[in-house]
Protein backbone atom coordinates (compact mmCIF):
# COMPACT_ATOMS: atom_id res chain seq x y z
CA UNK A 1 0.00 0.00 0.00
CA UNK A 2 2.31 2.60 1.02
CA UNK A 3 4.53 1.74 -1.73
CA UNK A 4 1.74 2.62 -4.21
CA UNK A 5 1.15 5.96 -2.69
CA UNK A 6 4.81 6.57 -3.16
CA UNK A 7 4.74 6.18 -7.10
CA UNK A 8 1.50 7.16 -7.79
CA UNK A 9 2.43 10.66 -5.63
CA UNK A 10 5.01 11.60 -7.80
CA UNK A 11 3.06 11.43 -11.06
CA UNK A 12 0.45 13.74 -12.11
CA UNK A 13 -1.58 14.21 -15.07
CA UNK A 14 0.45 15.56 -18.02
CA UNK A 15 -2.58 17.21 -19.71
CA UNK A 16 -3.50 19.61 -16.91
CA UNK A 17 -0.03 20.58 -15.89
CA UNK A 18 0.34 24.11 -15.41
CA UNK A 19 3.51 25.74 -14.48
CA UNK A 20 2.09 26.28 -10.73
CA UNK A 21 1.55 22.71 -10.81
CA UNK A 22 4.80 21.74 -11.99
CA UNK A 23 6.71 23.54 -9.58
CA UNK A 24 4.60 22.42 -7.01
CA UNK A 25 6.08 18.71 -8.25
CA UNK A 26 9.87 20.12 -8.23
CA UNK A 27 9.42 21.28 -4.86
CA UNK A 28 7.68 17.74 -3.52
CA UNK A 29 10.61 16.11 -6.09
CA UNK A 30 13.18 18.35 -4.06
CA UNK A 31 11.47 17.40 -0.37
CA UNK A 32 11.62 13.93 -1.40
CA UNK A 33 15.06 13.98 -2.22
CA UNK A 34 15.80 15.71 0.97
CA UNK A 35 13.88 13.44 3.16
CA UNK A 36 16.04 10.39 1.60
CA UNK A 37 19.40 11.78 2.36
CA UNK A 38 18.86 13.59 5.47
CA UNK A 39 16.23 11.53 7.25
CA UNK A 40 13.37 13.94 7.77
CA UNK A 41 14.18 15.50 10.89
CA UNK A 42 14.27 18.81 11.67
CA UNK A 43 18.20 19.05 13.16
CA UNK A 44 19.96 18.20 10.52
CA UNK A 45 18.08 20.16 7.80
CA UNK A 46 18.85 23.17 9.47
CA UNK A 47 22.70 21.92 9.91
CA UNK A 48 22.97 21.46 6.67
CA UNK A 49 21.56 24.90 5.25
CA UNK A 50 23.58 26.87 7.59
CA UNK A 51 26.60 24.70 6.21
CA UNK A 52 25.30 25.28 2.97
CA UNK A 53 25.18 29.27 3.25
CA UNK A 54 27.97 29.83 4.93
CA UNK A 55 30.39 27.94 2.50
CA UNK A 56 28.46 29.74 -0.34
CA UNK A 57 28.93 33.22 1.26
CA UNK A 58 33.09 32.11 1.58
CA UNK A 59 32.86 31.15 -2.09
CA UNK A 60 30.86 34.37 -3.75
CA UNK A 61 33.14 36.61 -1.25
CA UNK A 62 36.23 37.05 -3.14
CA UNK A 63 34.59 38.07 -6.67
CA UNK A 64 31.89 40.36 -4.74
CA UNK A 65 34.78 41.90 -2.88
CA UNK A 66 36.97 42.69 -6.01
CA UNK A 67 33.03 43.76 -8.02
CA UNK A 68 32.75 46.31 -5.43
CA UNK A 69 36.14 47.25 -5.20
CA UNK A 70 35.97 47.84 -8.92
CA UNK A 71 33.64 50.60 -8.85
CA UNK A 72 35.48 52.82 -5.97
CA UNK A 73 37.65 55.41 -6.44
CA UNK A 74 41.52 54.67 -6.19
CA UNK A 75 41.54 56.11 -2.40
CA UNK A 76 38.22 54.58 -1.47
CA UNK A 77 39.57 51.34 -2.60
CA UNK A 78 42.62 51.41 -0.37
CA UNK A 79 41.52 53.30 2.43
CA UNK A 80 42.19 52.26 5.85
CA UNK A 81 39.82 51.13 8.08
CA UNK A 82 37.51 49.21 5.03
CA UNK A 83 34.09 50.61 4.34
CA UNK A 84 31.59 48.56 1.90
CA UNK A 85 30.28 52.08 0.95
CA UNK A 86 32.99 54.40 -0.25
CA UNK A 87 33.42 57.45 1.22
CA UNK A 88 33.31 59.49 -3.03
CA UNK A 89 30.69 56.77 -3.93
CA UNK A 90 30.43 54.56 -6.47
CA UNK A 91 32.30 55.32 -9.89
CA UNK A 92 32.79 53.62 -13.08
CA UNK A 93 36.12 55.65 -13.83
CA UNK A 94 37.87 52.46 -13.59
CA UNK A 95 35.89 50.98 -16.66
CA UNK A 96 35.95 53.93 -18.55
CA UNK A 97 39.86 54.20 -18.18
CA UNK A 98 40.05 50.93 -18.85
CA UNK A 99 37.99 51.09 -22.73
CA UNK A 100 39.78 54.31 -23.16
CA UNK A 101 43.37 53.44 -22.65
CA UNK A 102 44.09 49.71 -23.17
CA UNK A 103 43.41 47.32 -25.85
CA UNK A 104 40.86 45.39 -23.82
CA UNK A 105 38.67 45.19 -26.85
CA UNK A 106 41.23 43.68 -28.90
CA UNK A 107 42.11 41.59 -26.46
CA UNK A 108 38.56 40.51 -26.13
CA UNK A 109 38.56 39.86 -29.73
CA UNK A 110 41.86 37.61 -29.64
CA UNK A 111 40.92 35.35 -26.67
CA UNK A 112 37.12 34.98 -28.45
CA UNK A 113 38.83 34.49 -32.08
CA UNK A 114 41.49 31.85 -30.97
CA UNK A 115 38.94 30.06 -28.19
CA UNK A 116 36.47 29.84 -31.61
CA UNK A 117 39.17 28.31 -33.88
CA UNK A 118 40.35 25.75 -30.94
CA UNK A 119 37.08 24.32 -30.15
CA UNK A 120 36.20 23.89 -34.17
CA UNK A 121 39.57 22.47 -35.09
CA UNK A 122 39.94 20.38 -32.34
CA UNK A 123 36.57 18.52 -32.99
CA UNK A 124 37.54 18.48 -36.31
CA UNK A 125 40.69 16.01 -35.54
CA UNK A 126 39.35 14.38 -32.67
CA UNK A 127 35.87 13.46 -33.92
CA UNK A 128 36.98 11.74 -37.19
CA UNK A 129 39.70 10.09 -35.43
CA UNK A 130 38.05 8.63 -32.64
CA UNK A 131 35.32 7.62 -35.00
CA UNK A 132 38.25 5.27 -37.03
CA UNK A 133 39.64 4.02 -33.88
CA UNK A 134 36.11 3.19 -32.76
CA UNK A 135 34.25 1.93 -35.89
CA UNK A 136 37.22 0.87 -38.61
CA UNK A 137 39.46 -2.07 -38.81
CA UNK A 138 43.61 -1.09 -39.46
CA UNK A 139 46.80 -1.92 -38.31
CA UNK A 140 48.03 -0.51 -35.18
CA UNK A 141 44.50 0.40 -33.99
CA UNK A 142 45.23 -0.60 -30.62
CA UNK A 143 49.08 0.97 -30.46
CA UNK A 144 47.09 4.16 -31.60
CA UNK A 145 44.52 4.12 -29.04
CA UNK A 146 47.53 3.43 -26.09
CA UNK A 147 49.50 6.11 -27.40
CA UNK A 148 46.20 9.02 -27.26
CA UNK A 149 45.79 7.51 -23.65
CA UNK A 150 49.31 7.80 -22.65
CA UNK A 151 49.32 11.06 -24.35
CA UNK A 152 46.73 12.57 -21.52
CA UNK A 153 49.41 12.27 -18.79
CA UNK A 154 51.69 14.42 -20.58
CA UNK A 155 51.35 17.73 -18.87
CA UNK A 156 51.39 20.35 -21.95
CA UNK A 157 53.51 22.72 -19.83
CA UNK A 158 56.48 20.22 -20.07
CA UNK A 159 56.78 20.83 -24.38
CA UNK A 160 56.40 24.51 -23.88
CA UNK A 161 60.48 24.78 -24.42
CA UNK A 162 60.71 22.22 -27.56
CA UNK A 163 57.44 24.14 -28.96
CA UNK A 164 58.82 27.53 -28.69
CA UNK A 165 61.83 26.52 -30.33
CA UNK A 166 60.31 25.11 -33.00
CA UNK A 167 57.92 28.47 -33.76
CA UNK A 168 60.98 29.99 -34.00
CA UNK A 169 62.64 27.66 -36.15
CA UNK A 170 59.25 27.58 -38.11
CA UNK A 171 59.07 32.01 -37.74
CA UNK A 172 55.82 31.88 -36.58
CA UNK A 173 56.31 33.71 -32.91
CA UNK A 174 53.60 36.39 -33.01
CA UNK A 175 51.39 35.12 -34.79
CA UNK A 176 47.56 33.65 -34.83
CA UNK A 177 48.84 30.20 -36.08
CA UNK A 178 51.24 29.65 -33.38
CA UNK A 179 48.92 30.46 -30.34
CA UNK A 180 46.50 28.00 -31.71
CA UNK A 181 48.23 25.11 -33.49
CA UNK A 182 50.02 23.23 -30.39
CA UNK A 183 46.20 23.82 -28.35
CA UNK A 184 44.95 21.57 -30.63
CA UNK A 185 46.67 18.80 -28.99
CA UNK A 186 43.54 17.34 -26.98
CA UNK A 187 44.44 13.53 -26.61
CA UNK A 188 41.20 13.52 -23.70
CA UNK A 189 38.74 14.68 -26.00
CA UNK A 190 39.80 12.03 -29.04
CA UNK A 191 39.20 9.63 -25.73
CA UNK A 192 35.89 10.83 -24.65
CA UNK A 193 34.47 10.43 -28.29
CA UNK A 194 35.84 7.20 -28.59
CA UNK A 195 34.21 5.79 -25.92
CA UNK A 196 30.84 7.96 -26.71
CA UNK A 197 30.93 6.26 -29.97
CA UNK A 198 31.49 2.39 -28.97
CA UNK A 199 28.23 3.19 -27.30
CA UNK A 200 26.36 3.42 -30.30
CA UNK A 201 24.92 0.28 -31.47
CA UNK A 202 26.75 -1.81 -34.51
CA UNK A 203 23.44 -2.60 -36.26
CA UNK A 204 23.57 1.21 -37.30
CA UNK A 205 26.69 1.05 -39.50
CA UNK A 206 25.80 -2.61 -40.66
CA UNK A 207 22.64 -1.64 -41.82
CA UNK A 208 24.04 1.68 -43.22
CA UNK A 209 27.04 -0.59 -45.04
CA UNK A 210 24.35 -2.86 -46.09
CA UNK A 211 22.84 0.00 -48.23
CA UNK A 212 26.41 1.08 -49.98
CA UNK A 213 27.13 3.54 -47.86
CA UNK A 214 30.76 4.62 -47.43
CA UNK A 215 32.43 5.27 -43.91
CA UNK A 216 32.62 8.54 -44.44
CA UNK A 217 28.76 8.89 -44.98
CA UNK A 218 28.02 6.99 -42.35
CA UNK A 219 29.94 9.32 -40.03
CA UNK A 220 28.83 12.34 -40.77
CA UNK A 221 24.86 10.57 -41.87
CA UNK A 222 24.64 8.77 -38.89
CA UNK A 223 27.23 8.86 -36.01
CA UNK A 224 27.44 12.83 -35.83
CA UNK A 225 23.89 13.52 -35.43
CA UNK A 226 23.62 10.83 -32.73
CA UNK A 227 26.63 12.46 -31.28
CA UNK A 228 25.06 16.02 -30.50
CA UNK A 229 25.17 16.05 -26.85
CA UNK A 230 28.60 14.79 -26.15
CA UNK A 231 29.95 17.08 -29.15
CA UNK A 232 28.60 19.93 -27.40
CA UNK A 233 30.04 19.24 -23.85
CA UNK A 234 33.56 18.47 -25.50
CA UNK A 235 32.95 21.97 -27.55
CA UNK A 236 32.36 23.89 -24.28
CA UNK A 237 35.20 22.28 -22.47
CA UNK A 238 37.70 22.85 -25.20
CA UNK A 239 35.98 26.78 -25.60
CA UNK A 240 36.98 27.13 -21.56
CA UNK A 241 40.38 25.91 -21.34
CA UNK A 242 41.10 28.02 -24.85
CA UNK A 243 39.38 30.89 -23.56
CA UNK A 244 41.55 30.36 -19.87
CA UNK A 245 44.70 29.17 -21.01
CA UNK A 246 47.03 31.55 -19.75
CA UNK A 247 50.67 29.71 -20.56
CA UNK A 248 51.73 28.95 -23.85
CA UNK A 249 49.57 32.24 -25.41
CA UNK A 250 51.86 33.93 -22.47
CA UNK A 251 55.30 32.72 -24.12
CA UNK A 252 54.42 32.70 -27.65
CA UNK A 253 52.81 36.26 -28.07
CA UNK A 254 54.94 39.44 -27.65
CA UNK A 255 53.04 42.33 -29.68
CA UNK A 256 50.46 43.36 -27.65
CA UNK A 257 47.78 43.19 -30.20
CA UNK A 258 47.97 39.84 -30.35
CA UNK A 259 47.52 38.83 -26.66
CA UNK A 260 44.53 37.10 -25.11
CA UNK A 261 42.72 38.96 -22.43
CA UNK A 262 44.09 36.50 -19.69
CA UNK A 263 47.51 36.77 -20.93
CA UNK A 264 46.64 40.95 -21.77
CA UNK A 265 45.23 42.06 -18.38
CA UNK A 266 48.32 41.40 -15.91
CA UNK A 267 50.25 42.58 -18.73
CA UNK A 268 48.84 46.08 -18.94
CA UNK A 269 49.04 46.85 -15.01
CA UNK A 270 52.47 47.55 -15.13
CA UNK A 271 51.88 50.36 -16.85
CA UNK A 272 49.01 50.93 -14.39
CA UNK A 273 52.03 50.26 -11.46
CA UNK A 274 49.70 49.80 -8.01
CA UNK A 275 46.22 50.99 -8.81
CA UNK A 276 44.10 48.41 -7.39
CA UNK A 277 40.71 49.63 -8.67
CA UNK A 278 41.86 49.78 -11.62
CA UNK A 279 43.37 45.89 -11.61
CA UNK A 280 40.01 44.89 -10.25
CA UNK A 281 37.70 46.90 -13.06
CA UNK A 282 40.17 44.82 -15.73
CA UNK A 283 40.29 41.54 -14.26
CA UNK A 284 36.38 41.84 -14.09
CA UNK A 285 35.85 42.57 -17.46
CA UNK A 286 37.97 39.28 -18.01
CA UNK A 287 35.82 37.50 -16.31
CA UNK A 288 32.60 38.82 -17.64
CA UNK A 289 32.51 36.61 -20.36
CA UNK A 290 32.77 33.47 -18.61
CA UNK A 291 30.50 34.73 -16.35
CA UNK A 292 27.70 34.76 -19.12
CA UNK A 293 28.57 31.70 -20.61
CA UNK A 294 28.26 30.20 -17.69
CA UNK A 295 24.76 31.62 -16.78
CA UNK A 296 23.65 30.48 -20.38
CA UNK A 297 24.90 27.14 -21.04
CA UNK A 298 24.69 26.03 -17.27
CA UNK A 299 23.66 22.56 -18.16
CA UNK A 300 25.42 21.82 -21.02
CA UNK A 301 28.59 22.91 -18.73
CA UNK A 302 27.84 20.60 -15.83
CA UNK A 303 27.29 17.57 -18.35
CA UNK A 304 30.20 18.49 -19.59
CA UNK A 305 32.42 18.61 -16.55
CA UNK A 306 30.55 15.36 -15.72
CA UNK A 307 31.34 13.61 -18.39
CA UNK A 308 34.74 14.64 -19.16
CA UNK A 309 35.58 14.24 -15.83
CA UNK A 310 34.29 10.61 -15.24
CA UNK A 311 36.11 9.31 -18.17
CA UNK A 312 39.14 8.84 -15.92
CA UNK A 313 37.48 5.67 -14.63
CA UNK B 1 13.27 -16.39 -41.89
CA UNK B 2 16.93 -14.72 -41.51
CA UNK B 3 19.91 -16.81 -41.40
CA UNK B 4 22.76 -16.35 -39.53
CA UNK B 5 24.92 -14.12 -40.81
CA UNK B 6 28.56 -13.09 -40.18
CA UNK B 7 29.76 -10.74 -37.85
CA UNK B 8 31.55 -9.08 -40.73
CA UNK B 9 28.46 -7.69 -42.69
CA UNK B 10 29.58 -8.83 -45.62
CA UNK B 11 26.96 -11.43 -46.08
CA UNK B 12 23.81 -10.03 -48.17
CA UNK B 13 20.78 -10.73 -48.02
CA UNK B 14 19.15 -10.46 -51.30
CA UNK B 15 15.46 -10.96 -49.97
CA UNK B 16 15.11 -8.64 -47.06
CA UNK B 17 17.70 -6.01 -48.29
CA UNK B 18 16.87 -4.04 -51.20
CA UNK B 19 20.44 -2.76 -52.31
CA UNK B 20 19.78 0.51 -53.96
CA UNK B 21 22.61 -0.26 -56.81
CA UNK B 22 23.00 2.98 -58.44
CA UNK B 23 24.17 5.16 -56.07
CA UNK B 24 27.34 4.52 -55.10
CA UNK B 25 28.45 3.40 -58.29
CA UNK B 26 27.45 6.66 -59.40
CA UNK B 27 30.36 8.20 -58.02
CA UNK B 28 33.93 7.89 -58.93
CA UNK B 29 35.88 4.73 -57.56
CA UNK B 30 38.49 6.45 -56.31
CA UNK B 31 36.21 8.96 -54.12
CA UNK B 32 34.64 5.58 -52.97
CA UNK B 33 38.28 4.08 -51.80
CA UNK B 34 39.23 7.52 -50.40
CA UNK B 35 35.89 8.07 -47.98
CA UNK B 36 36.88 4.79 -46.93
CA UNK B 37 40.00 4.77 -45.81
CA UNK B 38 41.01 4.80 -41.90
CA UNK B 39 43.88 7.38 -43.23
CA UNK B 40 41.46 9.63 -44.19
CA UNK B 41 39.88 10.06 -40.80
CA UNK B 42 42.98 9.84 -39.20
CA UNK B 43 45.27 12.38 -41.11
CA UNK B 44 44.74 15.68 -39.61
CA UNK B 45 45.03 13.59 -35.99
CA UNK B 46 48.16 12.15 -37.23
CA UNK B 47 49.41 15.47 -38.75
CA UNK B 48 48.69 17.72 -35.69
CA UNK B 49 49.72 14.79 -32.95
CA UNK B 50 53.51 14.36 -34.79
CA UNK B 51 53.82 17.84 -35.27
CA UNK B 52 52.57 19.26 -31.73
CA UNK B 53 53.42 16.23 -29.61
CA UNK B 54 55.27 14.04 -30.91
CA UNK B 55 58.06 16.47 -32.32
CA UNK B 56 58.43 18.97 -29.03
CA UNK B 57 58.82 15.25 -27.12
CA UNK B 58 61.39 14.25 -29.42
CA UNK B 59 63.34 17.04 -29.85
CA UNK B 60 63.05 17.93 -26.21
CA UNK B 61 64.51 14.67 -25.36
CA UNK B 62 67.35 15.43 -27.85
CA UNK B 63 67.83 19.02 -26.66
CA UNK B 64 68.17 17.44 -22.85
CA UNK B 65 71.44 15.74 -24.23
CA UNK B 66 73.27 18.98 -25.19
CA UNK B 67 73.80 22.73 -24.17
CA UNK B 68 71.61 24.88 -26.62
CA UNK B 69 70.28 28.15 -25.27
CA UNK B 70 67.63 30.37 -26.24
CA UNK B 71 68.88 32.33 -28.94
CA UNK B 72 69.87 29.04 -30.42
CA UNK B 73 73.70 29.33 -29.44
CA UNK B 74 75.29 26.14 -28.42
CA UNK B 75 73.81 22.62 -29.13
CA UNK B 76 76.67 20.79 -28.47
CA UNK B 77 76.27 17.29 -27.31
CA UNK B 78 77.02 16.63 -24.12
CA UNK B 79 75.67 13.04 -23.07
CA UNK B 80 74.12 13.05 -19.68
CA UNK B 81 75.83 16.00 -18.05
CA UNK B 82 72.46 18.14 -17.32
CA UNK B 83 71.02 15.32 -16.23
CA UNK B 84 73.29 14.66 -13.72
CA UNK B 85 73.60 18.14 -12.88
CA UNK B 86 69.72 18.19 -12.24
CA UNK B 87 70.02 15.20 -9.80
CA UNK B 88 72.95 17.36 -7.95
CA UNK B 89 70.76 20.94 -8.23
CA UNK B 90 69.52 22.11 -4.82
CA UNK B 91 67.01 24.00 -6.30
CA UNK B 92 65.37 21.16 -7.90
CA UNK B 93 64.56 19.34 -5.45
CA UNK B 94 63.66 22.23 -3.15
CA UNK B 95 60.96 23.16 -6.21
CA UNK B 96 60.39 19.16 -6.10
CA UNK B 97 59.37 19.71 -2.68
CA UNK B 98 57.59 22.40 -2.86
CA UNK B 99 55.32 20.88 -5.54
CA UNK B 100 54.76 18.28 -3.56
CA UNK B 101 53.71 19.67 -0.38
CA UNK B 102 51.73 22.34 -2.90
CA UNK B 103 50.13 18.57 -4.01
CA UNK B 104 49.22 17.42 -0.48
CA UNK B 105 48.36 20.77 1.22
CA UNK B 106 45.60 20.82 -2.02
CA UNK B 107 44.21 17.74 -2.71
CA UNK B 108 43.22 17.02 0.93
CA UNK B 109 40.59 19.73 1.03
CA UNK B 110 40.05 19.71 -2.72
CA UNK B 111 38.56 16.29 -2.21
CA UNK B 112 36.83 16.83 1.00
CA UNK B 113 35.45 20.41 0.71
CA UNK B 114 33.89 19.00 -2.83
CA UNK B 115 32.48 15.80 -1.28
CA UNK B 116 30.77 18.11 1.37
CA UNK B 117 29.61 20.62 -0.96
CA UNK B 118 28.32 18.24 -3.71
CA UNK B 119 26.70 16.41 -0.60
CA UNK B 120 25.19 19.51 0.89
CA UNK B 121 23.60 21.17 -2.59
CA UNK B 122 22.38 16.93 -3.32
CA UNK B 123 19.92 17.43 0.12
CA UNK B 124 17.85 19.43 -2.33
CA UNK B 125 17.39 22.54 -0.40
CA UNK B 126 16.17 24.89 -2.67
CA UNK B 127 18.27 27.84 -4.58
CA UNK B 128 19.84 24.85 -6.75
CA UNK B 129 21.27 27.50 -9.08
CA UNK B 130 22.74 29.52 -6.31
CA UNK B 131 24.88 26.93 -4.94
CA UNK B 132 26.30 25.69 -8.35
CA UNK B 133 27.03 29.28 -8.99
CA UNK B 134 29.07 29.66 -5.83
CA UNK B 135 31.29 27.36 -5.88
CA UNK B 136 31.45 26.10 -9.66
CA UNK B 137 32.18 29.49 -10.95
CA UNK B 138 35.40 30.46 -9.76
CA UNK B 139 36.41 27.18 -11.62
CA UNK B 140 35.72 29.25 -15.06
CA UNK B 141 37.75 32.68 -14.22
CA UNK B 142 41.19 33.30 -16.07
CA UNK B 143 44.13 32.69 -13.89
CA UNK B 144 44.49 36.40 -14.10
CA UNK B 145 41.91 37.59 -12.66
CA UNK B 146 41.96 34.69 -9.96
CA UNK B 147 45.27 35.81 -9.39
CA UNK B 148 44.41 39.94 -9.14
CA UNK B 149 41.54 39.54 -6.68
CA UNK B 150 43.15 37.40 -4.24
CA UNK B 151 45.94 39.42 -4.43
CA UNK B 152 43.82 42.42 -3.21
CA UNK B 153 42.59 40.27 -0.54
CA UNK B 154 46.05 39.11 0.70
CA UNK B 155 47.14 42.59 0.61
CA UNK B 156 49.23 43.36 4.13
CA UNK B 157 48.09 46.86 5.74
CA UNK B 158 44.28 47.06 3.88
CA UNK B 159 43.79 43.53 2.20
CA UNK B 160 40.42 42.30 3.98
CA UNK B 161 41.75 39.13 5.09
CA UNK B 162 43.83 41.25 7.34
CA UNK B 163 41.18 43.23 8.23
CA UNK B 164 38.86 40.81 9.10
CA UNK B 165 41.71 38.90 11.33
CA UNK B 166 42.57 42.32 13.08
CA UNK B 167 38.72 42.74 13.52
CA UNK B 168 38.72 39.79 15.51
CA UNK B 169 41.99 40.67 17.79
CA UNK B 170 44.24 39.10 16.23
CA UNK B 171 47.59 39.84 13.98
CA UNK B 172 47.52 40.41 10.39
CA UNK B 173 49.68 37.52 8.24
CA UNK B 174 52.41 38.24 5.05
CA UNK B 175 49.74 35.93 3.49
CA UNK B 176 52.61 36.53 0.12
CA UNK B 177 55.36 38.31 1.68
CA UNK B 178 56.41 35.21 4.37
CA UNK B 179 58.28 32.78 3.93
CA UNK B 180 56.53 30.31 5.54
CA UNK B 181 53.08 31.33 4.30
CA UNK B 182 53.12 31.99 1.07
CA UNK B 183 52.95 28.67 -0.63
CA UNK B 184 49.67 27.74 1.67
CA UNK B 185 48.33 31.29 0.64
CA UNK B 186 48.58 29.80 -2.94
CA UNK B 187 47.00 26.91 -2.02
CA UNK B 188 43.98 28.28 -0.46
CA UNK B 189 43.53 30.45 -3.59
CA UNK B 190 43.70 27.29 -5.60
CA UNK B 191 41.16 25.22 -3.38
CA UNK B 192 39.20 28.43 -4.44
CA UNK B 193 39.31 28.74 -7.51
CA UNK B 194 39.60 24.64 -8.52
CA UNK B 195 36.94 22.64 -6.05
CA UNK B 196 34.23 23.49 -8.13
CA UNK B 197 35.27 20.54 -10.65
CA UNK B 198 35.47 18.12 -8.03
CA UNK B 199 32.20 19.59 -6.53
CA UNK B 200 30.39 19.05 -10.11
CA UNK B 201 32.05 15.48 -10.55
CA UNK B 202 30.78 14.58 -7.23
CA UNK B 203 26.86 15.89 -7.83
CA UNK B 204 26.91 13.69 -10.94
CA UNK B 205 28.14 10.60 -9.38
CA UNK B 206 25.36 11.31 -6.15
CA UNK B 207 22.71 11.60 -8.75
CA UNK B 208 23.39 7.85 -9.78
CA UNK B 209 22.76 6.36 -6.11
CA UNK B 210 19.64 4.48 -6.38
CA UNK B 211 16.71 5.89 -3.96
CA UNK B 212 16.14 2.55 -2.76
CA UNK B 213 19.26 2.36 -0.84
CA UNK B 214 17.76 5.31 1.35
CA UNK B 215 14.66 3.72 1.75
CA UNK B 216 15.95 0.81 3.03
CA UNK B 217 17.87 2.97 5.20
CA UNK B 218 14.65 4.85 5.95
CA UNK B 219 12.86 1.65 7.11
CA UNK B 220 15.87 0.64 9.82
CA UNK B 221 15.55 4.07 10.80
CA UNK B 222 18.98 5.13 10.20
CA UNK B 223 19.41 9.03 10.46
CA UNK B 224 21.12 11.53 8.60
CA UNK B 225 24.62 10.74 9.74
CA UNK B 226 24.19 7.34 9.55
CA UNK B 227 23.02 7.51 6.06
CA UNK B 228 26.19 9.49 5.01
CA UNK B 229 28.30 6.91 6.19
CA UNK B 230 26.53 3.54 5.21
CA UNK B 231 25.26 4.73 1.86
CA UNK B 232 26.61 8.11 0.56
CA UNK B 233 30.34 7.50 0.90
CA UNK B 234 30.81 3.81 0.04
CA UNK B 235 28.67 4.79 -3.41
CA UNK B 236 31.24 7.31 -3.92
CA UNK B 237 34.16 5.28 -3.78
CA UNK B 238 34.56 4.70 -7.73
CA UNK B 239 34.49 8.38 -8.41
CA UNK B 240 36.74 9.60 -5.37
CA UNK B 241 39.21 7.20 -6.76
CA UNK B 242 38.97 8.93 -9.76
CA UNK B 243 38.76 12.43 -8.33
CA UNK B 244 41.89 11.76 -6.40
CA UNK B 245 43.90 10.93 -9.64
CA UNK B 246 43.03 14.00 -11.02
CA UNK B 247 43.48 15.92 -8.78
CA UNK B 248 46.65 14.85 -8.00
CA UNK B 249 47.95 15.10 -11.11
CA UNK B 250 46.47 18.52 -11.63
CA UNK B 251 48.20 19.78 -8.36
CA UNK B 252 51.93 18.41 -9.75
CA UNK B 253 51.63 20.60 -12.57
CA UNK B 254 50.79 23.92 -10.44
CA UNK B 255 52.24 27.23 -12.38
CA UNK B 256 49.95 29.34 -13.38
CA UNK B 257 49.06 31.13 -10.29
CA UNK B 258 52.18 31.43 -8.69
CA UNK B 259 53.82 32.99 -11.68
CA UNK B 260 51.16 36.10 -10.88
CA UNK B 261 50.73 35.88 -7.20
CA UNK B 262 54.21 35.16 -5.73
CA UNK B 263 56.98 34.97 -8.62
CA UNK B 264 57.86 31.72 -6.60
CA UNK B 265 58.96 34.30 -3.63
CA UNK B 266 59.18 35.60 -0.93
CA UNK B 267 63.37 34.03 -1.64
CA UNK B 268 62.07 30.68 -3.40
CA UNK B 269 59.21 29.56 -1.00
CA UNK B 270 56.65 28.80 -3.13
CA UNK B 271 58.37 27.95 -6.23
CA UNK B 272 57.45 24.63 -8.21
CA UNK B 273 59.13 22.53 -10.48
CA UNK B 274 57.66 23.75 -13.39
CA UNK B 275 58.24 27.75 -12.35
CA UNK B 276 61.85 26.15 -11.86
CA UNK B 277 61.98 24.90 -15.50
CA UNK B 278 60.04 27.95 -16.72
CA UNK B 279 63.00 29.89 -15.38
CA UNK B 280 65.51 28.16 -16.61
CA UNK B 281 64.76 27.87 -20.16
CA UNK B 282 63.07 31.64 -20.34
CA UNK B 283 65.24 33.79 -17.94
CA UNK B 284 68.13 31.39 -17.92
CA UNK B 285 68.73 30.87 -21.42
CA UNK B 286 69.72 27.27 -20.80
CA UNK B 287 67.38 25.00 -22.78
CA UNK B 288 68.83 22.38 -22.81
CA UNK B 289 69.30 22.29 -19.02
CA UNK B 290 65.31 23.04 -18.82
CA UNK B 291 65.16 20.11 -21.05
CA UNK B 292 66.66 17.77 -18.96
CA UNK B 293 64.43 18.88 -15.78
CA UNK B 294 61.63 18.79 -17.58
CA UNK B 295 61.93 14.81 -18.39
CA UNK B 296 63.04 14.15 -15.08
CA UNK B 297 59.38 15.96 -13.68
CA UNK B 298 57.61 13.59 -16.59
CA UNK B 299 59.20 10.49 -15.28
CA UNK B 300 57.72 11.56 -11.97
CA UNK B 301 54.28 12.50 -13.17
CA UNK B 302 54.33 9.13 -15.05
CA UNK B 303 55.17 7.26 -12.27
CA UNK B 304 52.48 8.37 -10.14
CA UNK B 305 50.01 7.84 -12.74
CA UNK B 306 51.05 4.40 -13.02
CA UNK B 307 51.06 3.59 -9.35
CA UNK B 308 47.70 5.18 -8.90
CA UNK B 309 46.54 3.07 -12.24
CA UNK B 310 48.13 -0.02 -10.38
CA UNK B 311 46.31 0.72 -7.12
CA UNK B 312 42.96 1.27 -9.12
CA UNK B 313 42.53 -1.63 -11.00
CA UNK B 314 44.16 -4.14 -8.07
CA UNK B 315 41.13 -3.01 -5.98
CA UNK B 316 38.82 -3.43 -8.47
CA UNK B 317 39.78 -7.17 -8.75
Redesign the interface.
Known amino acids: MTTQTLTTRGRTDRSGATRATRRAEQARARARQRDLVLGGGRGPRVAAVTILVVLASLWLLPMLWGLITSFKAEQDAVALPLTLLPESGFTLDQYRGLFAAGNVQQWMFNSLLVAVLVTVSTLAVAAPAAFAMSRMDFRGRSALMILTIAAIVVPPQLLIVPLFQQMVSLNLVDTYAAVILPQLVMPIIVFILKRFFDAVPRELDEAARIDGASYWRLFTTVILPLSRPILAAAAIFVFISAWNNYLWPFIITTDPALMTLPVGIPNILDSYGTFYAAQLASSMVAAAPMIVVFVLFQRHIVRSVATTGITGQ | MTTPTETT?RV??PDT?P???A??SSRPRLW?R???A?????M???L??A???I???L??LW?SFTD?SLN?AGGAFVGAANYAEALGDPMVWRTLGNTFLFTVVTTVPLVAVAL??A????????GQ??????????F??????V????N??Y?E??G?FN?ALRAFGMEGLGWLTDDDVALWSVALTTV?WTVG?NF??Y???LQSIP?HL??A??LDG???????RHI?VPQLR??TV??V??QI?AS??I??QIY?MTGGGPGDSSRSL?LY??DM??TGYR?GY??AV?YL??AI??LV?VVQLWLTTRRKA
Open positions: GPAVVPKAPRVTDPLSFLPFLVYLFLWPLSGMVGAMVLVHTGMPWLWRLSFFMPLLPVATALVWFLIDFLQWFLLLAADYEAAAGAWARLTNIVVLLLLKFDLLIYGFFSASFLVLA
